[in-house]
């Protein structure tokens, strides 16, 4: 009798092993995005690494404006092709007026999460982003612009902390 229960036994898990899981459907906003120029004579790069598990989005993101690099992490919600960011910290500057939790200089006055109405989506391979009620919509895009998808952020990429804080968020602990 135990000879044919194992056999049964054997062949359920051949055939469960066997068939394949349903493939999940890609996440179009996951990935790493990067843009570079010449400024001053030096490189200069910009990026969002972006990590989607269903409709949450967590990202880090670092820009270059009025001779500086500004960093941030957000977390935002996608509904069909677009992210609405919804918190942000990190450097005060154009997206943010507070800083995250944990990375604020001691006399800081804004620390933890702001609120953000910024809202990315992707066109032709690219990252674009809008702001407020501005019209999400790639007719208007023309070649060239928005942030390009990367295999590899290189040595451009966010420092370990915000590799973790990444993980972190993903499992919904930001």
């Known amino acids: 009798m135990r000879l044919p229960i194992v056999v049964i036994l054997s062949i359920a898990v051949g055939l469960s092993v066997s068939s394949p899981a349903p493939a999940l459907a890609p996440a179009p906003l996951d990935g790493a995005w990067m843009a570079c120029e010449t400024y001053r004579g ?31 992490r957000f977390v935002g919600t996608v509904k069909g092709h677009v992210a609405q960011i919804e918190k942000i910290c990190g450097d005060p500057g154009s997206e943010t007026d507070t800083y995250c ?11 933890g999460w702001g609120t953000s109405t910024e809202k990315l989506f992707q066109c032709r391979g690219r990252l674009f982003s809008a702001s407020g009620d501005a019209a999400v919509d790639c007719k208007g895009v023309m070649t060239g612009m928005g942030m390009p998808r990367v295999r590899s952020l290189g040595g451009e990429g966010p420092a370990p902390e915000d590799r973790a804080w990444l993980a972190s968020c993903t499992a919904g602990r930001e």
């Open 101 to 111: 939790t944990g990375r604020a200089p001691r006399d800081a006055e804004n620390i």
């Open 42 to 72: 030096a490189k200069i790069c910009s990026y969002k690494l972006l990590v989607q598990r269903g409709s949450r989005v967590c990202g880090v993101q670092r820009y270059f404006a009025t001779s500086a690099y500004y960093e941030q």
